[in-house]
């Protein structure tokens, strides 16, 4: 049974950095899909980034491209998201999911992922 546990959320201000870590455990990741997706107050979960696990291919939401930075260490099973310039925005609950990379629905869609971690607070003050 694949698991996510992320961690490195906190509250910061406008302009910090701050890296999300995902450890994933369960199963051989060379299929998967990942992806960080992130849900503030009273408002719908939004996908920020993805990453093809074998091949590296990444993916980011417009208003995050050139900010955040999502990799991934096979050795460790482990995927982060280097949030750098970060803005009040941004705040949110972010989390980490996993899917087979089978092809029918694109790296943004959440129906793509079928585990999903427990999710981090991430505050930016402004």
């Known amino acids: 049974q694949v698991q996510l546990v992320e961690s490195g959320g906190g509250l910061v201000q406008a302009g910090d950095a701050l890296r999300l870590s995902c450890a994933a455990s369960?199963?051989?990741?060379?299929?998967?899909?990942m992806g960080w997706f992130r849900q503030a107050p009273g408002k719908e979960r939004e996908f920020v980034a993805a990453?093809?696990?074998?091949?590296?291919?990444?993916y980011y939401k417009d208003s995050v491209k050139g900010r955040f930075t999502i990799s991934r260490d096979n050795s460790k099973n482990t995927m982060y998201l280097q949030m750098n310039s970060l803005k009040p925005e941004d705040t949110a609950v972010y989390h980490c999911a996993a899917g087979w990379d089978s092809g029918v629905y694109t790296y943004t869609a959440t129906e793509k992922y079928t585990t999903w971690g427990q999710g981090t607070h991430v505050t930016v003050s402004s």
């Open positions: 990453i093809n696990w074998s091949r590296g291919t990444t």
């Open positions: 369960g199963d051989s990741f060379s299929n998967y899909a």
